[in-house]
């Protein structure tokens, strides 16, 4: 599976942005998905994972409630809703991809998009 991250830029506080994961392969169905990100300095997150057929999602607790991911299977797309972004939220975005994990480590995901970047200006 490859993974296209798209949809970032800049944005003021409390605006909103939706990331896109483009993934190629007929299998992206079988795939659990997720979003991590990585601010200057800082060690990878988690933000948000979504099972294989979009019942399952789980988030961290920093996004809880301001972002919401789900995916589209028949276009092989997964998305981040980010709304009432803050500063702190300024990051590389990195969508990753897993057959058989879904859960909040990102050792655990085999294939990762190349990242897109959110800057959230005060």
């Known amino acids: 599976v490859q993974l296209q991250a798209s949809g970032g830029g800049l944005v003021q506080a409390g605006g909103s942005l939706r990331l896109s994961c483009a993934a190629s392969?007929?299998?992206?169905?079988?795939?659990?998905m997720g979003w991590f990100r990585q601010a200057p300095g800082k060690e990878r997150e988690f933000i948000a994972t979504i099972s294989w057929s979009g019942d399952s999602t789980y988030y961290a607790n920093s996004v809880k409630g301001r972002f919401t991911i789900s995916r589209d299977n028949a276009k092989n797309t997964m998305y981040l809703q980010m709304n009432s972004l803050k500063p702190e939220d300024t990051a590389v975005y990195y969508c990753?991809?897993?057959?058989?994990?879904?859960?909040?480590?990102?050792?655990?995901?085999?294939?990762w998009g190349q990242g897109t970047l959110v800057t959230v200006s005060s």
């Open positions: 392969g007929r299998t992206f169905s079988s795939y659990s």
């Open positions: 990753a991809a897993d057959r058989y994990y879904s859960g909040s480590q990102d050792q655990a995901y085999e294939y």
